[in-house]
């Protein structure tokens, strides 16, 4: 992960590295149904709610870093001002039981990490950290780890030296990671999303297709290629099915 001791250990050189934007705390509950993901974004807040393990409701707050010193000061009192912000979702939650402690963090740096040497590569989190505000580390670390594989194989094989197949490694998880890793700062420092998108996210709710929401986070979140969703016919499509106005693509 982000401290990888590996990582420390080759003095892995760090670039595009923006100190830490947000603060999160999170706590489960019981006696709260809930079977979908809630996302809720204040002007200086985010809540994440989502089912988990043994019918727990996992609750997630997020702040931005200049106010963590004010939450840790009282954080159930914090926490549950943000959550009260939303009735309908307060409503539930104070109707349950919160059954652990909460547990939060400010150590959120974001970086890109050379991710190779000789003998030695980085993957995931150790190689490319970011806030969680778009859950992007799961998706990073197997992409990663897939692209580390076939360059190992390549080299292994002899098809070509090690060195040339882990830095196209380091340049295509750039390609990929970077236009995301700046979105989500901007996300993670409450930034609104540009109107274009805020028109195609409401399209995406008018309409109710899940397959279409599907495919938009996928391509938001780097699990497809953006342009499998980002194509004029397939907004197009959409915007049309919602009764909106075409927008231009970002």
Request: net charge negative.
């Amino acid at each position: 992960g982000r401290n990888s001791k590996l990582a420390q250990a080759v003095n892995a050189p760090t670039y595009e590295t923006v100190p830490p934007v947000s603060c999160y705390y999170f706590s489960y509950w019981s006696g709260v149904p809930m079977e979908e993901l809630q996302l809720h974004v204040g002007a200086d807040f985010v809540i994440f709610a989502f089912p988990t393990n043994d019918n727990l409701l996992a609750l997630f707050v997020a702040w931005p870093i200049e106010r963590f010193a004010e939450v840790r000061r009282d954080i159930e009192t914090a926490f549950m001002s943000v959550i009260d912000q939303v009735p309908t979702l307060a409503a539930q939650v104070r109707a349950g039981e919160r059954v652990e402690k909460f547990y939060g963090t400010a150590d959120l740096p974001n970086y890109f990490r050379k991710p190779y040497g000789p003998g030695w590569a980085l993957v995931g989190d150790a190689g490319h950290h970011k806030d969680p505000f778009m859950a992007l580390g799961i998706a990073d670390a197997l992409r990663d780890a897939e692209l580390v594989a076939q360059a190992v194989h390549e080299g292994l094989v002899g098809k070509r030296p090690f060195a040339e197949a882990l830095a196209e490694f380091e340049q295509k998880r750039n390609e990929t990671s970077l236009p995301l890793y700046q979105e989500n700062l901007a996300r993670a420092t409450f930034t609104p999303p540009p109107p274009e998108q805020r028109q195609i996210r409401q399209a995406l709710v008018d309409n109710g297709n899940q397959a279409d929401t599907n495919a938009f986070y996928k391509a938001v979140l780097g699990l497809a290629p953006p342009e499998t969703f980002f194509n004029p016919e397939n907004i197009g499509r959409i915007l049309h099915q919602a009764a909106q106005p075409v927008v231009a693509l970002l």
